[in-house]
T-cell receptor, first 114, second 114 residues
Framework: SAVISQKPSRDICQRGTSLTIQCQVDSQVTMMFWYRQQPGQSLTLIAT?????????ESGFVIDKFPISRPNLTFSTLTVSNMSPEDSSIYLCSVRGTADQPQHFGDGTRLSIL | AQSVTQLGSHVSVSEGALVLLRCNYSSSVPPYLFWYVQYPNQGLQLLLK??????LVKGINGFEAEFKKSETSFHLTKPSAHMSDAAEYFCAVSTGGGADGLTFGKGTHLIIQP
């Protein structure tokens, strides 16, 4: 399976600032996704990162808060904007080939907001 | 829309005993089903998947799961628990659409008693 690298692995940020998380894959992949895992909770899909076009956001997530880029088939970024303590979560990138293939996850970015 | 219910937020078994983690799903179309494991401070690792074909699927680390359409279930089992199996387990579903993300259950924390 693909090797997925997320940076940073963890960060502590101040309220009101923004952080960009990077997801790099060692091979071209069809689909890339971003998920959020709040403390002690399950994973929730934020958006599908579309190569060369705007991301597709799930209900409850908006582009102004979570802008996403995907300039090519191996790289994507998620920005968490104007952060508040409620944004403290693990943010995970996942990748997938065709629809019948499973998603594979990066190790996640552990974000704490003070 | 699809959903996943995992019965039991915590399951405790003795080392060497049978592991049974329950997952029921709801989907308006034939689902693709997955089990993932998350060890502390790590990302998600795929245990096994069901897309089509044989309803009993075998995964890594001795785990297996059976897709039962009539019961809308996809329970995870392992004949003999090891201490190293202690982790968080997530059941997930997708509808197999080209741009489909995953819908996760709330997770089950597996505790192995010595």
């Amino acid at each position: 399976s693909a090797v997925i690298s997320q940076k940073p692995s963890r960060d502590i940020c101040q309220r009101g600032t923004s952080l960009t998380i990077q997801c790099q894959v060692d091979s071209q992949v069809t689909m890339m996704f971003w998920y959020r895992q709040q403390p002690g909770q399950s994973l929730t899909l934020i958006a599908t990162a579309n190569q060369g076009s705007e991301a597709t956001y799930e209900s409850g997530f908006v582009i102004d808060k979570f802008p996403i880029s995907r300039p090519n088939l191996t790289f994507s970024t998620l920005t968490v904007s104007n952060m508040s303590p409620e944004d403290s979560s693990i943010y995970l990138c996942s990748v997938r080939g065709t629809a019948d293939q499973p998603q594979h996850f990066g190790d996640g970015t552990r974000l704490s907001i003070l | 829309a699809q959903s996943v219910t995992q019965l039991g937020s915590h399951v405790s078994v003795s080392e060497g005993a049978l592991v049974l983690l329950r997952c029921n799903y709801s989907s308006s179309v034939p689902p693709y089903l997955f089990w993932y494991v998350q060890y502390p401070n790590q990302g998600l690792q795929l245990l096994l998947k069901y897309t089509t074909g044989a309803t009993l699927v075998k995964g890594i680390n001795g785990f297996e799961a059976e897709f039962k359409k009539s019961e809308t279930s996809f329970h995870l089992t392992k004949p003999s628990a090891h201490m190293s199996d202690a982790a968080e387990y997530f059941c997930a579903v997708s509808t197999g659409g080209g741009a489909d993300g995953l819908t996760f259950g709330k997770g089950t924390h597996l505790i192995i008693q010595p």
